[in-house]
């Protein structure tokens, strides 16, 4: 056993040196706390958009009993906001917010999730919002904790998923009363009363994603096991014209956890998206079979090293609660690294209640190792949603951690420690973000690609740079396969740069 342990140690030294080690400062910003009864022990999301046109992005964090706020971006070198809330977006109740381009006329809006009636708000000049009333856009009061939303053949608006959770409505509730997944789809131009996917089992995290690379983007739903007790599991819709659960004759392996968070991105280099999902306890890290023509997705968390299962600081030896998850290059060294934002649901006895958010790097073997601590962002709060983003357009991945119960925090990365690039994705109305593309990236040792969403996380969403480190790599070949399949030409460009690249 000894000679066993010693081996296992040598391994993973070895595999650890090859990883740079990125530092973060905590910076000070106004006050923000999201808070609120037992509604908002979940959500606590934040969007990261640019609102002003100024290409650094803004952020509008979920307050939950708080009213939301919009955090402008005053960054130079160093990342800075203020508060800057118009009245349209200080709205109570909010558990997250997703950032859209909605009607294709070059602002972005929000898709806003609430405990009541979820709202979608259009964007104007200067960060300055208003109602949709034109899309006759309808929500009833429920609890809404996930959002995805996507462009389907032949629609000039977008497909709108709303994950509920708990159906408060229900008089023998709260267990095993869980509400549906909510699609609207678009006619003409407006929405219809929304669809009802059910069985729902409490979702907390959905997710449109093409992974089968066919053109057609089905949805992933992450439910929360504590309320649907038993009969539910995880579940992805084929997005036919009638949806449909996939099941296990279509190669979908069935499976039951704390469903919080979903991350996708392609991990393994076969250009098809893997996943990231947390829990209570182990999270799942989950590797796409290309081999097994279905949705099939084969586990490889402890292989891989990143259950995060347990409080990597702190000294408290209960399980782990994981919120949102997002994979993101932290140290530019051209390996997707992983974001998890942790925190007891409030005072749970058999959960940790000293968390420590965790950040997992990637080294070349494709093993993860926990780094929040010496990196800096080891947050010790109740964090809940949260966004790996360049605040301050220097080519690094910036943090921002939302908390319940205690002050929202950003943390700015300073150290350039590999070269980057970051892509400006854009063609004509509809969709003019080019949701449902993929964008390919090619060095010499390896080809990244990644699938353009809107959805995942945990109540939090990004709209728009794509960021892709490059090591030591001096210039990069990329080309993009649009949303309609047409394959875009491999073009040359240099490194450590904003690539404007539009159809």
Known sequence: MQVELTILLATASTAMADISLPQFHSIDVPSHVYDGGWEHFVGGGIAVFDCNGDDRPELFAAGGTNPAQLFVNTSGPNVSFRSETPSALSLTGVTGAYPLDIDGDGFVDLAVLRVGEDVLLRGKANCAFEPFTSLKFQSQEHWTTGFSATWETGQTLPTLAFGTYVDRTNPDGPFEACGPTLLYRPVGAAYGPPFHLVPGHCSLSILFSDWARSGRADLRVSNDRHYYVRGGQEQLWAMEDTPRLYAPEDGWVSYSIWGMGIASRDVSGDGFPDVYLTSMGDQKFQIFDPTAEGPTWRDATYDRGTTAHRPHVGGDGRPSTGWHAQFGDVNNDGRDDIFVAKGNVEQMPDAAQTDPNNLLLQSANGQFFEAASAAGVASMGK??????????????????????????????????????????????????????????????????????????????????????????????????????GTVGDWQTFRNNQVLRIDR
């Open 383 to 484: 964090s809940r949603g949260g966004a790996l983003a360049d605040l301050n357009g220097d080519g690094s991945l910036d943090l921002v951690v939302v908390n319940r119960g205690s002050e929202l925090e950003i943390f700015q990365n300073e150290q350039q420690l590999g070269n980057w690039v970051q892509v400006d994705l854009g063609q004509d109305r509809p969709n003019r973000a080019a949701v449902g593309s993929f964008i390919e990236v090619k060095t010499s040792d390896r080809v990244q690609t990644r699938e353009v969403t809107i959805g995942g996380g945990h109540a939090s969403g990004i709209s728009g740079l794509h960021h892709f480190g490059l090591g030591n790599a001096d210039e990069l070949e990329l080309r993009v396969i649009w949303p309609d």
